[in-house]
T-cell receptor, first 115, second 114 residues
Framework: GAVVSQHPSRVICKSGTSVKIECRSL??????MFWYRQFPKQSLMLMAT?????????EQGVEKDKFLINHASLTLSTLTVTSAHPEDSSFYIC???????????FGPGTRLTVT | AQTVTQSQPEMSVQEAETVTLSCTYD???????LFWYKQPPSRQMILVIR??????QNATENRFSVNFQKAAKSFSLKISDSQLGDAAMYFC???????????FGQGTRLTINP
């Protein structure tokens, strides 16, 4: 089956620093990747959609200069949280979709804690 | 804009019994896709079942089945013979015919009582 990995699974960083989260499709080519944010006991909130080789499309209200997304290859997308603050602490989930498929395949998520 | 509503924040059921989770959606499209995802405590999103709107037959996957009522814009999930491993958050999701992104409902937390 289609597998998506995320790294790291947990990260703690100090306020003001930047942190990068990687999302990889392991056994398929992900023409489209998605980044979500999930607060405790809440639903997934889509942050941005990225197509390989193109700039990401951000959802309304998401700061693109703060959440940098790169989708440079068909198997890798990265989310960089720049100048992180405690309010950026959250659970970040990526998903990937192969062109022509119905489903999105989700990564296991990354818990970010900013101290 | 499309919206998905899950009106039951929490549900509980006795092990081995049947439970139905509700989902309604709003769209002006005639062709679209609907999904139920499960998120257990590990927080890994798992696809439970999907339904293509053009198909009249309700989708079934083992103990999981849906009741898709297109005119009523309703898409409920029935879990038969509930098992302890079914305990999780369940999210209903919609995807339009040309859209890439999923629109999620608020989720329903399902508890299985032994």
């Amino acid at each position: 089956g289609a597998v998506v990995s995320q790294h790291p699974s947990r990260v703690i960083c100090k306020s003001g620093t930047s942190v990068k989260i990687e999302c990889r499709s392991l056994d398929f080519q992900a023409t489209t990747m998605f980044w979500y944010r999930q607060f405790p006991k809440q639903s997934l909130m889509l942050m941005a959609t990225s197509n390989e080789g193109s700039k990401a499309t951000y959802e309304q209200g998401v700061e693109k200069d703060k959440f940098l997304i790169n989708h440079a290859s068909l198997t890798l997308s990265t989310l960089t949280v720049t100048s992180a603050h405690p309010e950026d602490s959250s659970f970040y989930i990526c998903s990937a979709r192969d062109q022509g498929r119905y489903e999105q395949y989700f990564g296991p998520g990354t818990r970010l804690t900013v101290t | 804009a499309q919206t998905v509503t899950q009106s039951q924040p929490e549900m509980s059921v006795q092990e081995a019994e049947t439970v139905t989770l509700s989902c309604t959606y709003d769209t002006s499209e005639s062709d679209y896709y609907l999904f139920w995802y499960k998120q257990p405590p590990s927080r890994q999103m798992i696809l439970v079942i999907r339904q293509e709107a053009y198909k009249q037959q309700n989708a079934t996957e083992n103990r999981f089945s849906v009741n898709f009522q297109k005119a009523a814009k309703s898409f409920s999930l029935k879990i038969s013979d509930s098992q302890l491993g079914d305990a999780a958050m369940y999210f209903c999701a919609y995807r339009g015919p040309l859209a890439q992104k999923l629109v999620f409902g608020q989720g329903t937390r399902l508890t299985i009582n032994p």
